[in-house]
């Protein structure tokens, strides 16, 4: 082998081996510094009118500025593949993470989320919610 190619090698080699090492790392998650979990599924009383949604979106977006809130993630259903398993009849999903369980209980008395109850919930029909704890 050419000394060019065996370098060549070596070094493509390296880059192959760090990139499987660094895709084996775990990487760090949200789970490990905010370990409370709020998850909220909304459906509307109005499910095909996309001005609703948008609404609820934006409502749910607010929420983002009460300080015991430490991330939020605001979806909609996505055009995934369809299966047994799979509930899309849902409208919008709210997914928050809080320090610990006091805080979210605190965060159900802030008045951003009171306002938030009080302009929004006209918009749904159902909201149900899950609410966990890393393991």
């Known amino acids: ?11 493509t ?12 790392t775990p990487l760090n998650t949200m789970a490990n510094k905010y370990p409370v979990i709020h998850h909220v599924l ?10 609703d949604r ?9 929420l983002a500025k009460i300080k015991l809130v430490r991330e939020l993630r605001v979806g909609v259903v ?10 899309n009849s849902w ?5 928050m993470f809080f320090d610990n369980i006091k805080d979210q209980a605190d965060y159900q008395n802030d008045p951003i989320h009171l306002k938030f109850v009080e302009t ?8 149900v919610v899950y609410d966990a704890i890393d393991a």
């Open 13 to 24: 080699s390296a880059a192959l081996a760090a990139g499987t090492v660094a895709s084996a």
């Open 120 to 127: 929004c919930s006209p918009l749904w029909e159902k909201v």
């Open 1 to 11: 082998m050419k000394p060019t190619n065996r370098r060549k090698f070596i070094a």
């Open 91 to 95: 409208a919008v999903s709210e997914l």
């Open 42 to 51: 909304f459906w509307l009383k109005n499910p095909s009118s996309k001005e």
């Open 78 to 87: 996505a055009a995934t593949e369809k299966r047994d398993v799979v509930d």
């Open 54 to 62: 948008d609404k609820l979106v934006a409502g749910v977006k607010t």
